[in-house]
């Protein structure tokens, strides 16, 4: 175990922690311990990204560079020196998001871990010491945080705009880490007093997914927000801007800084000082509430019966086989119940949803609203496509991949119809849906008169899904390790596919040039599909 | 049976229940040096909540617990230093080594840290895991980890143990080398308290048998005073008895029926 540099720092407050009754000697080892477990877990920020090294030794900041790189992108934020509103509510914004995020999917597994009650309880270590090491340990993490985000403008802003600036700005973000660590915790409480554990373990699955949405739609936004701190003047006081913490935080540098003055700016820097406290004094209050509802963790949720109907209609209706059917409902109830798959996932569905739009709708704010009706923008629904393949690779992961033993022990005459049932899920669980919602949208904006062009666009979807996984490495679905995820060995054909998608959005294109040729193209197309999906399921 | 001495453990008139129901419904017991004592029952009978309590790990219950003559509940939690405990699920931070996770166990119960991991140490090659001392436990099979988890459990070296399930996922010499290192700690005085499901272990090592049922003490006793008592055979046929089970044989009979029935599963 390392000697942490925080744990160095910690010593020389040792008189202090003995006399107000912490046995030092062991919160030092219980801190020391739970820094250690930090360093060996991989953060939501990196998981899509980085392959875990299980023999490296990690130390709790190691992914820290990360957040640095956010914060030394807030720098240009930070440099204008005339709509510090704007400026600091926007810092204020992406800060708090971060690491209220961050917070929730990655620290609560920690501030809520099981173990610790059954491990740390049974020995003698008195509540006091406990405590002490769980609020450090707590303090530490959400501290290095808020450095690492924040650190940059921190240092530019002494220099841009002077000590008081500085200093104003140190404080502030006291203040906001105190107001967002009793947020998340009063946010937990509240969940875990209507929720049982299991639930809770979802909705923590889904902060993570709106987390890497969040950073991902972040970083393409940037030049954007940034033309918007250019072009946008004067900040308008409006009833709902009390209602947003980011708000209430800038208020004061507008004030002392960019002598705005006014009943608003003064109130809103009032709730900037005094919610954080009162939220900070409520805490202290259900300070036990908390330690008793994490106890619910563990519990067994009731839960309804489930009885996959829908799963069990559609196999029935689509799968040719038994073995088929069989491995379709297996792979449609893993998809909906793995939480790692659904974080891997979901995110890149969103994209799918957002990216067509994000191209179609282009034109329409530069003001050419009339003629998307007859063009051929309809054919960015081939992008909703995109997210096939992140599906197809995930497919193959599980946390539970050492389950995979039941495929060699089950007599199956070959591997066809698994992968056929797999993909037949995967279309109709994840693409499908997906595709109608675009499609409806679609409709309403270009007409009834692109419907036989949907049509044929989802059936060369249907294709481009057999492609990509002919293309793709074969993996039996959920039988290897996440933590496994070499990207490397996908970039190639990931790429490859990129341009098959593309390609058939260009054949699409060329049919669309002929009258009535979307009709030839629908009965090449059905044709095509009939052939490729016998070929390749053997 | 007649003791002078003080007892270690001293529980009258323990009840406890959760919000939804009665899981202890007043349980005297007096526990002393040198036993080893089975404490069996059906799956949730209360077993675990007893020594969680014991333990200081459940909160709120009625009546008096006391640990070495003093009651646990005044705050004080020294008593813990002389007691070790091997939870029921393998609980413990797997993304330790052992040599890590021992030597701050180790730390917990105040020893000193390179006495702590030199001591794990050793332990660790008598059990024969020498070689995964600073392999993290989550790569270790069950039977290791249930290994690690009985040293952290007997390195501060107390006077009191807690098992529950103590020889789960162990293989056969494993077995015998951890039931020879319960009598021989019996034998110098320590107390063991464990719960099994495994009848005839708890049959050939306990001292005393204590049989829980639905929250209340069924039976109290050496197996020889238990046998007397209900007429049977063996410990399994007691419990058996004692807990009212007596449908086994129809419940095996439909079971076999039903997994021949044919072609009723897909």
Redesign the interface.
Known sequence: MNNFLVLRLLDRLEGGFRRIGVDYRVMRSILQMKLTMDGRRTPTVLSGSQRKDEKKEGSPFRVQWMYVLMGVLMIMFILPQDHFMLQMSLIFSITMFMITTTLISDFSSVMLDLRDKNILFSKPVNRITLNMAKSIHILVYLLTLTLSLTGPTLIVSLFRHGILFFLLYAGEIILMDCFILVITALLYLLIMKFFDGEKLKDIINYVQILLTIGITVGYQLVSRLFNLVELSGAFKPAWWQYFISPVWFAAPFEMLFAGGSGQSYVLLTVLALLVPLLLIAAYVKLMPLFEQSVLKLAEQGTGGKENGRLADFLSRRICRSREEGMFFRFSWSMMKKERDFKLKVYPSLGFSIVFPFIFILNPVFTGNAAMLKDSRGYLFIYFSAMMLQTILLMLRYSASYKGAWIYRVIPLPGTGPIYRGMLKAALFRLLLPLFLVEAVLFIWLFGIHIIPQLAAALLSLLIYAVLCFRILPRALPFSEKFEAVKQKDFTASSFILLFILAGLAGVHYIFTLFPAGVYVYLLILVLANALMWKRTFV | MKHEEEPVIAISGLWMNYTDRMVLRGIDLKVYRGQIIGYIGPNGAGKSTTVKIM???VEGYNGKVEIFGKDITEGD?????R?G?V?EVA???D??TAR?YLS??G????MN?TDADDKAERLMGLLGLEKSYDV?ISSYSKGMKQKVLLISSMLHDPDILFLDEPLSGLDANSVMVVKEIFASLAAKGKTIFYSSHIMDVVEKISSRIILINGGEIVADGTFAQLKEKSREGSLEEIFNQLTGFDKYRDIAGEFVAVIQGGDSH?
Do not use: A, H, N
């Open positions: 333990l200081g790990l939690v020294s008593y813990k230093r007691i405990y939870p609980e413990l931070y993304s330790l890590e701050f166990v730390e917990l119960y105040g840290r993290r897909e």
